[in-house]
Nanobody, 121 residues
């Protein structure tokens, strides 16, 4: 059972930046960030292979968000720039990839508790 803990969420004005962190209890091989807005399904926005660093980004965040992973600390980061109100959501990190699309919540076995990001206009 891998434990994940997100941090770094908060409130920011449109155009601002935030950096989210996700600490993992064990070294993963693939991790992802998901978002879930009120009344909407959880959807993946980025995934990363820890070894090699290959990434996948959703079109909605390409060019604005950057994912990285610190192997020594076992921490996943999400640098979010040029935030807009549509980015307002609960942000979750996930690992324990099983199979299926990288952006589907059903593809991952382990989840953090989430951190709220609120962007005001």
């Amino acid at each position: 059972q891998v434990q994940l803990m997100e941090s770094g969420g908060g409130s920011v004005q449109a155009g601002g930046s935030l950096r989210l962190s996700c600490a993992a209890s064990e070294a993963p091989w693939r991790m992802a960030w998901f978002v879930q807005a009120p009344g909407k399904e959880r959807e993946g926005i980025v995934s990363i292979y820890v070894d090699g660093g290959a990434t996948n980004y959703a079109d909605s965040v390409k060019g604005r968000f950057t994912v990285s992973y610190d192997k020594a600390k076992r921490i996943l980061y999400l640098q979010m720039n040029n935030l807009n109100p549509e980015d307002t959501a609960m942000y979750y990190c996930a690992t324990g990839y099983k199979s299926g699309p990288w952006s589907a919540s059903s593809s991952y076995a382990f989840w953090g508790q989430g951190t709220q990001v609120t962007v005001s206009s």
